[in-house]
């Protein structure tokens, strides 16, 4: 058995002073609620964060209350919003892991052909990217070849990972984005980009620190 983060979070010291933990699989939160038991500490919610992060959790963790969070965003794919990523730098008082899903963007947005890309697929990445300027991003132009034709090919995993960094400073407000950590499958795909958000140089030294012993380019 390996413990998740939010067990591994119960287990920081010194202890949060509270914990929200949310899964819109009402199973893994019931599993959750037996692990856990009836600390009162401890908030549940078998729902959807993007709704219940902005209006029940963030107001909790106001800069001007002297409240300060740390908050993991870990979907299996492209099922955040923009909008709770945003809300997230916009409260100054939050450090963000984000699980940035380059597995799913690949299988279902980054084609070679863009017009092989379902709707569905693309609102999918609009939501988590928060318009449609992620495809600027997603094809560069390569050649001329011998008959003076360009084409325009997808960028490389790293490019567009590099894209959304830079949104998360430019337009979340997260003053301290280090190089995200690629986290791959056994034949060394990248499944998906670990990001780190703040606002605090301190904590982006440590998180620094921790990612470039697994392999995270300095820069
Ligand atoms: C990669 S797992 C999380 C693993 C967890 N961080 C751990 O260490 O144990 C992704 C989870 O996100 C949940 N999920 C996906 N979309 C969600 C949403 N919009 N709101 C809440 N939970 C969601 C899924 O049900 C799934 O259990």
């Known amino acids: 058995m390996v413990l998740g983060s939010p067990l591994n979070a119960l287990q920081v010291r010194?202890?949060?002073?509270?914990?929200?933990?949310?899964?819109?699989?009402?199973?893994?939160a019931v599993g959750l609620r037996k692990i856990v038991g009836n600390r009162t500490d401890v908030h549940i919610y078998p729902e959807d964060c993007n709704v219940v992060l902005p209006t029940?959790?963030?107001?909790?963790?106001?800069?001007?209350?002297?409240?300060r969070g740390l908050c993991i965003l870990d979907p299996y794919g492209l099922h955040l919003d923009w909008k709770v990523i945003q809300g997230?730098?916009?409260?100054?008082?939050?450090?963000?892991?984000?699980?940035?899903?380059?597995?799913?963007?690949?299988?279902?947005?980054?084609?070679?052909d863009p017009r092989t890309v379902q709707q569905l697929h693309i609102e999918r990445m609009n939501a988590y990217w928060g318009?449609?300027?992620?495809?600027?991003?997603?094809?560069?132009?390569?050649?001329?070849?011998?008959?003076?034709?360009?084409?325009?090919?997808?960028v490389s995993n790293e490019r567009f990972a590099a894209a959304f960094r830079e949104r998360l400073r430019k337009v979340a407000g997260f003053k301290r984005v280090p190089a995200p950590l690629a986290m791959?499958?056994?034949?060394?795909?990248?499944?998906?980009?670990?990001?780190?958000?703040?606002?605090?140089?301190?904590?982006?030294?440590?998180?620094?620190?921790i990612f470039e012993k697994f392999g995270a380019q300095s820069t």
């Open 88 to 112: 997230a730098g916009s409260m100054k008082s939050l450090d963000v892991f984000i699980n940035f899903p380059m597995y799913d963007i690949n299988i279902n947005v980054l084609h070679r």
């Open 14 to 28: 010194p202890p949060f002073r509270e914990y929200h933990l949310i899964d819109l699989d009402g199973d893994k």
């Open 184 to 209: 791959r499958n056994s034949r060394g795909s990248t499944v998906y980009y670990l990001f780190f958000a703040s606002q605090k140089g301190t904590a982006e030294d440590i998180v620094k620190y």
């Open 131 to 154: 318009d449609e300027s992620w495809r600027q991003f997603a094809y560069e132009e390569s050649g001329p070849d011998l008959f003076g034709n360009t084409e325009l090919d997808k």
């Open 56 to 67: 029940r959790v963030f107001p909790r963790v106001r800069f001007e209350d002297y409240r």
